[in-house]
RNA sequence: GCGGUUGUAGCUCAGUUGGUUAGAGCGCAGGAUUGUGGCUCCUGAGGUCGCGGGUUCGAUCCCCGUCAGCCACCCCA
């Protein structure tokens, strides 16, 4: 018989992984909590219509890269591509944007593309959004706590910021314009894929990786002379915030981003050490998309974070702390006719001690195999109850990996012990 | 959707210019050591050589197809 495999794209997450995602979602929430967001929850499954009004028609997101079928009813649902869409809905229907909003939410997003490296079909972001506030502050504190994170996470040598602003919507239309009429006079000198986004999507034009696109785009018109006066200076003070926190940037003029929902301030994070999927953090500001979605006109920021990526960099970089190895503090071990007393010895431990992650042993087997699993669990301490501690009540702590002496004890002295010298 | 590359043990990989029982290291299980793990030594389990077809006396090896993984393009976190 076939065995049935995974969808394409789609990974489990092992057991000898999930500890380290685990780190690094706690160190995310936690940072989060204490810039002031607040969790919100969403699901993964919302009308197709959402998306395509949100993120736009003609990007290949909404072309050719989400998942999307007919409900039994007949209508079109999709899995979500990104969480920016279907936070602002929740938002909106849960009444919260009539005052100010920090948020953030986890959780797997889906596009139907072929998967690459720190590229998955299913694949899990972090996402932050704040509402009803129009920056350029807000827009630099989150900039600033990115880079607390990188930090935390000790990847900051391994992370750059670029920003750029895309302007209002009525700066873009004007440029487009004109870079539109500038390229099209000259569209034999470009690639194949630009010329398809000249009627498209013609900004993206801007960061193609084509070099002969690239050259002539040296001397095109520049998205930051059609900027407003309102974007210039949203800009100036972005930059003089970040400036004044001592955040490294690197104004990049071609960063435009994909979502066409994006205006003025725009920013990622890159990495270098992850080959061709180097953004591992990236958003903006996106000011008309609340009212596109039938809302009032609210201002918003926000930024989405690949955990894979994340995973992937902290592993690149040897940033994985050691502490994660230790999933067991102290693994139980029975001798003999014991079973009785080893349930009510660990379970004594178990209140007396409430933070000890403690395993016992079950499935038998000889006390030297029992204690060769109490070594590879990499826990502390071995706990020994043979036939002479079950009859009288005690327990033998016994030190892995440390210079302490072994030492039989009363349960409760056990306790006591361990609460003293485990970490 | 296009291109490149790789599929052999749980993992990382050897291997055969086509020839009997396909190997190693790590991991796993047991033992040397009947209440003490790690180090050492011994033993063992574990393989449709991705799948299907073809050539051949004979294919893990050669040919064709197919599927899957990886990397890259496009695009994005």
Not at 118 to 126: D, I, K, T
Not at 152 to 161: D, F, I, K, Q, T
Not at 334 to 352: H, M, N, P, S, Y
Request: proline fraction near 4%; glycine fraction near 10%.
């Amino acid at each position: 018989m076939m065995k049935i495999r995974s969808i394409r794209g789609m990974n489990d997450l092992l057991p000898d992984q999930s500890p380290l995602w685990q780190y690094l979602e706690e160190t995310v929430q936690g940072l989060l909590a204490r810039y002031g967001y607040r969790e919100i929850r969403f699901p993964v499954l919302e009308q197709t219509e959402l998306f395509k009004r949100s993120i736009g028609e003609v990007t290949d997101i909404v072309e050719k890269e989400m998942y999307t079928f007919l409900d039994r009813n007949g209508e079109s649902l999709t899995l979500r591509p990104e969480g920016t869409a279907g936070c602002v809905r929740a938002c909106e229907q849960g009444g919260l944007l009539n005052q100010a909003q920090r948020l953030w939410y986890r959780g797997p997003m889906f596009r139907y593309e072929r998967p690459q490296k720190g590229r998955l079909r299913q694949f899990h972001q972090f996402g932050a959004e704040v509402f009803g506030l129009e920056g350029p502050d807000v827009d630099a504190e989150m900039l600033v706590m990115t880079h607390r994170l990188w930090q935390e996470l000790g990847l900051a040598s391994h992370v750059h910021l670029e920003i750029n602003s895309l302007g209002t919507a009525d700066d873009r239309a004007r440029y487009r314009a004109a870079l539109v009429s500038w390229l099209r006079e000259r569209s034999d000198r470009l690639d194949e894929d630009s010329r398809r986004r000249l009627d498209s999507n013609p900004l993206r034009i801007l960061d193609s990786k084509h070099p002969d696109t690239q050259a002539l785009l040296a001397d095109a018109p520049r998205l930051s002379q059609h900027l407003g006066d309102e974007s210039v200076e949203h800009f100036r003070r972005l930059r003089a915030l970040l400036d004044a926190a001592g955040v490294d940037y690197q104004v990049n003029e071609r960063l435009v981003r994909g979502l066409d929902y994006y205006g003025k301030t725009v920013f990622e994070w890159v990495t270098g050490s992850l080959g061709a999927q180097g953004t591992v953090c990236a958003g903006g500001r996106y000011d008309g998309l609340v009212e596109q979605l039938g809302g009032k006109p609210t201002p918003a920021v926000g930024f989405g974070l690949g955990i894979e990526r994340l995973v992937l960099l902290l592993d690149a970089a040897q940033a994985v702390p050691d502490s994660i190895a230790r999933q067991v503090d102290a693994y139980l071990v029975g001798v003999g006719d014991v079973q009785a007393a080893v349930f009510t010895t660990a379970e004594r431990l178990r209140t007396l001690c409430p933070v000890l992650r403690l395993q016992t042993h079950c499935g038998g087997g000889s006390f030297k195999s029992q204690m060769k699993k109490a070594d590879r669990s990499a826990a502390a301490l071995a706990l020994i109850v043979g036939e002479d501690e079950a009859a009288a009540g005690t327990v033998t702590v016994k030190d892995l990996r440390g210079e302490r002496p072994q030492q039989t004890l009363p349960v409760d002295e056990a306790a006591a012990l361990i609460n003293n010298t485990n970490p």
